[in-house]
């Protein structure tokens, strides 16, 4: 079975500073895609940034960026110049490629400090 | 991405009754899913909305518990019956995008059951 680890409970970083959240999972599989979801305390579940298994090329969406190593199976997120809006929970998820089932890690609380 | 909704927002209901959420979309898609996120932890799925057919409910979860319904392409509902205290959670619909695999999240309901 596919599993999903981060093994940062709580993070912390000043505001204008990188941070770098970590994830690394367990599959068997070579198609699948990765996902980042941000959990601010609205408890709206927001797409951060998604990465297909088959590119090389590491995702990035503005100050967001990831590091995908498939052979270390890990797929660590980089948030670069900090900003307040971003303090949230962030999770990472896996999902097999024609399969339907998100499988989400135990999640990272994000604090950014002003 | 889909624009999702959810009904209720968040409800207080005394245990050994049933609530039904309801998740609208504003476009068709074929995939609907539910998940279940209890308090400070990440989230699980509980069964995939099929239009036309039965849902498809993860181990653990049984239709008698979590009845589900699926009436068109846009709408579906997630029954929590009989509550006890161990229901409160965030119940969150999501949708997947045709094509894609990725999936868009509804604002999520807060149970509270007492």
């Known amino acids: 079975a596919q599993t999903v680890t981060q093994s940062q409970p709580e993070m912390s970083v000043q505001e204008a500073e990188t941070v770098t959240l970590s994830c690394t999972y367990d599959t068997s599989e070579s198609d699948y895609y990765l996902f980042w979801y941000k959990q601010p305390p609205s408890r709206q579940m927001i797409l951060v940034i998604r990465?297909?298994?088959?590119?090389?090329q590491n995702a990035t969406e503005n100050r967001f960026s990831v590091n995908f190593q498939k052979a270390a199976k890990s797929f660590s997120l980089k948030i670069s110049d900090s900003q307040l809006g971003d303090a949230a929970m962030y999770f990472c998820?896996?999902?097999?490629?024609?399969?339907?089932?998100?499988?989400f890690g135990q999640g990272t609380r994000l604090t950014i400090n002003p | 991405s889909a624009v999702i909704s959810q009904k209720p927002s968040r409800d207080i209901c005394q245990r050994g009754t049933s609530l039904t959420i309801q998740c609208q979309v504003d476009s068709q898609v074929t995939m609907m899913f539910w998940y279940r996120q209890q308090p400070g932890q990440s989230l699980t799925l509980i069964a995939t909305?099929?239009?036309?057919?039965?849902?498809?409910?993860e181990s653990g979860f049984v239709i008698d518990k979590f009845p589900i319904s699926r009436p068109n392409l846009t709408f579906s509902t997630l029954t929590v019956s009989n509550m006890s205290p161990e229901d409160s959670s965030i119940y969150l619909c999501?949708?997947?995008?045709?094509?894609?695999?990725?999936?868009?999240f509804g604002p999520g309901t807060r149970l509270t059951v007492l």
């Open positions: 999501s949708v997947g995008t045709d094509g894609t695999d990725t999936q868009y």
């Open positions: 909305a099929n239009q036309g057919s039965e849902a498809t409910y």
């Open positions: 998820a896996y999902l097999f490629q024609g399969a339907q089932k998100l499988v």
């Open positions: 990465q297909e298994a088959y590119k090389q």
